[in-house]
Each structure stands twice: as C-alpha cells, then as structure tokens.
C-alpha cells in the first residue's frame, strides 16, 4: 500500500498523469536493455505489486498481464547490444527510458525514474528515486513490464542460440554462460564492451 500512497502524493498535487520509468538488463553480458513507462489510474490497487526482483517469475508474468490491462497507458522500448557497445550501457539505458516515455500516446505531467539519472532533453518534469520500484507502484508496474518483456525475449534467443542457455541466466555472468562463451566463442547478441568479453579480444 505505501508503493500506491507515493505516487497519490503528486496525484494529491492535481496532476493527472504520473509516469513511472524503469528499466531490465544494464547488467547482463548478452541481450538488450529494455525500459518500460507506466501510468496507472489514480486510485488504481494492485494486489501483490513490488519491485519486480522481488517477485516469483510466475506472479511476475500474472502482474505482467494485469499492468496491462489496467494501466492508462504503457510503453515499452528496447535498445540491443549493438547501440550498448556504441554508446555506453549507462546511455544505452537512458535511451531506452526516454524513446518508452515518447512513444506514450500523452505527455505525463511528471516521470518517476528509478535511479539517480534523469533523462536529457525532456520537456516533462521528472524526479529520480534511488530504489523506486520498491517505493512508486507505477515504476514497479514499469519494473514489471520490462523485467517480463527482457525474459521473454531472452528465451526467445536461447532457441536461436542453444548453447549459452539464455533461457536460465538471461545474459547476466553466469558460471555456466563464461565457460560457455570460452567454449564457443560470443554469439550476436553478446555485448562485446562488457568485461570478460572484451578482454577476451584484445
């Protein structure tokens, strides 16, 4: 209940919409990053929402369908391991949160951000919270959705690249997925900026 009382705070202020930003996969060896935004309605109770770390993966995808459904609106936006390499995970990041809140069909009258970065060159009102999805029931609705969207896609690659295991550890560095990688090299989705990738092609 206290995530729901955060965000009434800038309801109680006369907003109307209030955008909570989050973001799955800045620490993985492999795969995109994948930021979501979530306005929820204002009086709006989801039983059982938390920072989506927190959750069972199958109570994540039960909340995954019910965000949706009651959410005013939500996006979702992924940038792949190709543009992370290019400009940074940090700004790969960043990227990703600013291109979910411009594809919402509205403009927000503020963005919760989970974090400490705001977004560069938005014209909307934004406070950072350091642990937000834990605090803001919209950024652990966003936690959710990106979190959920990640997974998915991750499975979807371990099909297509069987011999990492990309279903069970989701990119991050794993035991199994670095002996993996030394056994039979990196595969398309392997971000080639991230160590001990990168130090193992100097």
Same mark, same amino acid.
């Given at each position: 209940?206290?995530?729901? !009382?955060?965000?009434?705070?800038?309801?109680? $202020?006369?907003?109307?919409?209030?955008?909570? #930003?989050?973001?799955?996969?800045?620490?993985?060896? *492999?795969?995109?990053?994948?930021?979501?935004?979530?306005?929820?309605?204002?009086?709006?109770?989801?039983?059982?929402? %938390?920072?989506?770390?927190?959750?069972?993966?199958?109570?994540?995808?039960?909340? &995954? $369908?019910?965000?949706?459904?009651? !959410?005013?609106?939500?996006?979702?936006?992924?940038?792949? /391991?190709?543009?992370?390499?290019?400009?940074?995970?940090?700004?790969?990041?960043?990227?990703?949160?600013? %291109?979910?809140?411009?594809?919402?069909?509205?403009?927000?009258?503020?963005?919760?951000?989970?974090?400490?970065?705001? #977004?560069?060159?938005?014209?909307? !009102?934004?406070?950072?919270?350091?642990?937000?999805?834990?605090?803001? *029931? !919209?950024?652990? *609705?966003?936690?959710?959705?990106?979190?959920?969207?990640?997974? %998915?896609?991750?499975?979807?690659?371990? $099909?297509?690249?069987?011999?990492?295991? &990309?279903?069970? +550890?989701?990119?991050?560095?794993?035991?199994?997925?670095?002996? *993996?990688? /030394?056994?039979?090299?990196?595969?398309?989705?392997?971000?080639?900026?991230?160590?001990? #990738?990168?130090?193992? +092609?100097?």
């Amino acid at each position: 209940m206290d995530l729901f !009382a955060f965000d009434k705070f800038f309801y109680c $202020k006369g907003l109307k919409f209030v955008a909570g #930003i989050d973001e799955a996969g800045r620490g993985p060896l *492999a795969g995109p990053v994948v930021a979501s935004t979530v306005i929820l309605p204002k009086n709006c109770l989801i039983d059982d929402l %938390n920072d989506s770390k927190q959750l069972s993966p199958k109570k994540r995808d039960l909340l &995954f $369908k019910i965000i949706k459904e009651k !959410a005013l609106f939500y996006t979702v936006s992924i940038v792949d /391991n190709y543009i992370i390499d290019k400009i940074n995970i940090l700004q790969a990041t960043l990227l990703a949160m600013k %291109n979910s809140v411009l594809q919402l069909e509205i403009k927000p009258d503020i963005c919760l951000i989970d974090g400490n970065c705001k #977004i560069k060159d938005l014209d909307i !009102a934004q406070e950072t919270i350091v642990g937000g999805d834990a605090k803001s *029931a !919209a950024i652990a *609705a966003a936690s959710i959705l990106a979190k959920v969207t990640r997974d %998915n896609l991750m499975g979807e690659y371990a $099909k297509k690249y069987p011999l990492y295991g &990309f279903d069970k +550890h989701k990119g991050y560095g794993t035991k199994k997925h670095i002996e *993996a990688i /030394n056994q039979h090299g990196v595969c398309p989705i392997h971000r080639m900026s991230f160590a001990p #990738i990168c130090n193992m +092609h100097n």
